[in-house]
């Protein structure tokens, strides 16, 4: 029914950058987000994007360096991430909401109904 793709992961040293993609098969998403999980632990939120409105929010781990964006017209979602760290390596995961997420936030996993597959980023040192 509903697909979210993500792709651009893999192997970067520290202080390089990298962007994701995630492709969406609808339109119909409220807000869209990154979310990672690395070995050991518990899925994270990274960074959200509301697909008609221009709010966004990060994570405190990456402001500054990771930037999220959306394509509207191509339902596609990106997250250029800067001056990696290895502390980012993780799979990174593509979510949407169809319905509005709880407000004042953007962060919370139990607002995303839809979720892609994953993609590595593993960060050397």
């Known amino acids: 029914q509903v697909q979210l793709v993500e792709s651009g992961g893999g192997l970067v040293q520290a202080g390089g950058s990298l962007r994701l993609s995630c492709t969406a098969s609808?339109?119909?998403?409220?807000?869209m987000a990154w979310f990672r999980q690395a070995p050991g632990k518990e899925r994270e939120f990274v960074a959200a994007?509301?697909?008609?409105?221009?709010?966004?929010e990060y994570a405190d781990s990456v402001k500054g360096r990771f930037t999220i964006s959306r394509d509207n017209a191509e339902n596609k979602l990106f997250l250029q991430m800067n001056t990696l760290k290895p502390e980012d390596t993780a799979v990174y995961y593509c979510?949407?909401?169809?319905?509005?997420?709880?407000?004042?936030?953007?962060?919370?996993?139990?607002?995303?109904?839809?979720w892609g597959q994953g993609t590595q980023l593993t960060v050397s040192s």
């Open positions: 994007i509301e697909v008609i409105g221009p709010v966004t």
């Open positions: 979510a949407a909401a169809s319905t509005a997420p709880t407000a004042p936030t953007l962060s919370l996993r139990s607002d995303y109904d839809y």
């Open positions: 609808s339109r119909a998403f409220v807000a």
